[in-house]
């Protein structure tokens, strides 16, 4: 049976049967092996996971049909050599299935697929096991991540992705564990904490395999943590080596050579700041990648805690390895070499941003480089080798450095672009000119496609001059919301953020061609051997376009917003591309509302995974869900003074989340649109934790009654004034 054959009503009952299908497999029971039509049963195909270890992922171009780890190779390049969909039938690509993961957060998950199995993370690190060429549920495991932990994902409880090894899935969970599923039952085998419980740290990125050790980083930077990687025991969950990316406590003897280096770039300048106490950052949140031939494996490291260099060394250096790419031994998690994208940061530049690995042949000569467009705007290719830098261009507009000196490696930095006293507006802004979304090397073309923000943020200081544990230690949000309130009153709204895909070329170091989007916040990048690239929008339109020349070739409109990565795998001789759907991470939650998010037409964030092939169904309803209607706020007299402060601590505290402004992406509550209920009990909520549950955290241990008073007074004025322009008197 052929969809494309089928006239609009059997279509209809199709696509109707095809959303069934997942949760008539629940309602059997999702552990038992089922028939899958023409071809192995699961039990069958589960088995293939016993084969997946090193050599598997090193050849995995011999399973092209497979997607075995987070990049799909060790490389990174997030290239699948599947050329069956290609220019010429792509406009023929429909959706195959759909699975609904019943989660309303991000989804930022990159699929591992192997023998037609698909291991795919959500939310709250939810892991399912969908079989994947029908999008039946296989198995599901949620690890119980306490919703109060939410308060500590600067950037949404999200999950990244899981790792396969062995016949076990792996999946680093938001409060900082790492679990060991079984890969057909998905029971857990072991269970291992990987942080200090007493600090704000979480896990999102997806873990790396490598000769048999599961790499895993963790994120906190934004509250106060000190950054690191930790390989364990695949077998046993044994931690076999910790590498810290920011020197500890200068009194106790540093870990190792790269911590004593390190320690000479920092500095107390004769003050009473400590970083060890704020815990300096450079958390590995998110990109690795590994060299077998060289025997590296490369992490990208984040920004500074606190992010102001003058709060956490104020002495001033390098901070040493914040904001960098750092190259290990992963025997022994010794350091072999460093770069530093930006020195001494205090723009929240991190380079935890996706690495490639790839053999360019620049000026005559062949190079192993490793590129990286991080979130400070430049494009660098460096030798993989020895880390001495090849080139270095920005790859969007930049005000914050002229250039690269290449004689040191080093950005020049503009005059005045580090605040103090006064705010500096630059641009990029924290968001970065590109965020975690992975970028794909295509080698047929010798493009990398970078997933491009293009926006400005005005950096300021707190006035308060001091780091508050647990709480967000960034810039002074306050103050900016301030600013923007003030250019908005007087007609002078900042210019909207802009997305766009441009295709780079690495040994030019110039841009092919560009595809400017609908929105700033968009998905990762997927090319495939069949001259394609995939990438969806937060508008909820998922496309295809010619990978050489930037034409856009297919494109389907999902009504719901994508930022992970596309996939693309085969099942029974057929290619698939798939993607997980659902606004989210900063970009998401720091989103104000735009009405040209599915989000917002829908009134809900509901995730879905979609997975496409040539003659599957072109028709895709939004997922709609009831009580999102606005009422009337309480008609009380607000203290004008009372909401004054109320509103620097919203912008402090909450606006990460809920939107500066009060404006929401509404992945999290609009508060201006509260219900009675919930306008009653602001102190049960903020402060009594009574919606931890559902990830609004208790916020006891730095806010107290009268900052309640004064949050309620903010958010009940700005809805008013919204419900009296929406409803003026008759
Ligand atoms: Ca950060």
């Known amino acids: 049976m052929n969809p494309r054959y089928l006239g609009p009503v059997e279509a209809v009952l199709v696509a109707v049967i095809l959303l069934l299908a997942p949760v008539m497999v629940a309602l059997h029971g999702g552990t038992s092996p089922m028939s899958a039509s023409g071809g192995e049963d699961i039990a069958t195909r589960l088995a ?35 050329k069956a969909i290609d220019t010429s039938n792509v406009k023929d690509l ?18 591992i697929v192997v023998n037609g199995v698909m291991y795919v993370t959500g939310s709250w ?46 999946v680093g969970t938001l409060d900082g564990r790492l679990v060991k599923l079984d890969a057909k039952t998905g029971k857990p085998i072991w269970d291992i904490n990987t942080i200090d419980r007493q600090r704000p740290y979480t896990i999102t990125g997806a873990p790396r395999i490598v000769k048999g050790l599961v790499l895993i980083g963790n994120g906190g930077a934004e509250y106060g943590v000190r950054g690191y990687i930790t390989a364990y025991d695949a077998d046993t969950g044994r931690q076999v080596w910790r590498f810290y990316t920011v020197p500890g406590d200068p009194r106790q003897p540093p870990e190792d050579a790269a911590m004593a280096a390190a320690m000479k770039t920092w500095s107390t300048g004769n003050t009473d700041q400590k970083w060890w106490e704020q815990g300096g950052g450079g958390t590995a949140w998110d990109s690795m990648a590994y060299d077998p031939d060289l025997d590296l494996v490369y992490i990208g490291t984040g920004n500074g805690s606190s992010w102001n260099r003058n709060l956490r060394s104020p002495g001033g250096g390098d901070n040493l390895y914040l904001s960098s790419i750092v190259a290990l031994r992963p ?47 430049f494009f660098y290719v460096i030798d993989r080798q020895t880390g001495k830098l090849i080139s270095a261009k920005p790859y969007t507009t930049i005000t914050w450095a002229s250039g690269v000196d290449m004689a040191t490696g080093k950005p020049i930095e503009n005059p005045g672009v580090r605040y103090g006293k006064l705010p500096s507006a630059q641009v990029p802004g924290p968001i970065g000119a590109h965020n975690w979304q992975p970028m794909s090397f295509d080698p047929q073309t010798g493009l990398v496609y970078i997933p491009v923000i293009d926006g400005s943020f005005i950096y300021a200081q707190h006035k308060e001059l001091s780091y508050v544990p647990g709480a967000w230690n960034v810039s002074d949000f306050a103050q900016l ?31 092919a061609w560009q595809v400017e989007m609908t929105g700033a916040w968009n998905s990762g990048m997927l090319t495939t051997a069949g001259g394609l690239l995939f990438a969806g929008g937060s508008d909820g339109i998922f496309a295809a376009y010619n990978a050489k020349t930037g034409e856009k070739v297919w494109s389907l409109d999902l009504k719901t917003a ?31 509302s735009d009405a040209n998010t599915p989000v917002m037409k829908n009134g809900n964030n509901e995730g879905r995974i979609f997975a496409f092939k040539v003659g599957g169904t072109k028709i895709v309803e939004p997922i709609k869900v009831e009580g999102t209607a606005t009422i009337a706020p309480p008609d009380e007299k607000v203290d004008p003074v009372l909401a004054k402060k109320g509103f620097d601590i919203y912008h402090r505290n909450c606006a990460v989340c809920h939107g500066v402004l009060l404006a929401s992406s509404r992945e999290v509550p609009d508060l201006r649109h509260s219900s009675p209920e919930i306008w009653a009990s602001y102190s049960d909520i903020i402060l009594g934790g009574a919606l931890k549950d559902k990830g609004m955290a208790s916020f006891a241990d730095i806010l107290n009654k009268d900052d ?13 004034a919204e419900w009296a322009a929406a409803h003026p008197k008759k």
């Open 708 to 720: 309640v008073a004064a949050l309620r007074a903010y958010t009940l004025q700005s809805a008013q």
């Open 481 to 511: 919301g301030q600013m923007v309130l003030a250019g908005i009153e007087k007609g002078q709204a900042p210019p909207p953020f802009k997305g766009f895909i441009r295709a780079w070329d690495p040994v030019a170091q110039k841009m």
């Open 562 to 592: 994508m930022t992970a990565p596309a996939i693309s795998y085969e099942v029974d001789g057929e290619q698939y591309i798939a993607i997980a759907a659902a606004f989210g991470g900063s970009g998401g939650l720091g989103a104000t």
């Open 125 to 170: 690190s939810k892991v399912w096991a969908l079989d994947a060429k029908t999008g039946a549920q296989i198995w599901a495991y949620d690890p119980q991540v306490p919703g109060q932990w939410g308060r500590f994902a600067c950037c949404d409880v999200v999950n990244r992705g899981v790792a396969l090894w062995k016949g076990a899935v792996y």
């Open 331 to 377: 025997d022994t998690g010794e350091l072999v070499w460093y770069y530093q994208t930006t020195p001494g940061d205090d723009w929240d530049y991190t380079a935890t941003q996706h690495l490639i690995l790839a053999d360019l042949t620049i000026d005559g000569a062949p190079r192993k480089v490793i590129m990286q467009a991080p979130k400070n705007g």
């Open 94 to 111: 429909g959706v195959a299935w759909q699975f609904r993961t019943n989660t309303v957060r991000g989804l930022e998950s990159t699929p």
């Open 48 to 82: 293939a996971t016993d084969g997946v270890d090193g050599d598997k992922i090193i050849n995995a171009d011999a399973n092209p049909g497979d997607w075995l780890s987070n990049g799909r190779t060790y490389s990174e390049q997030r290239h699948s050599p599947l």
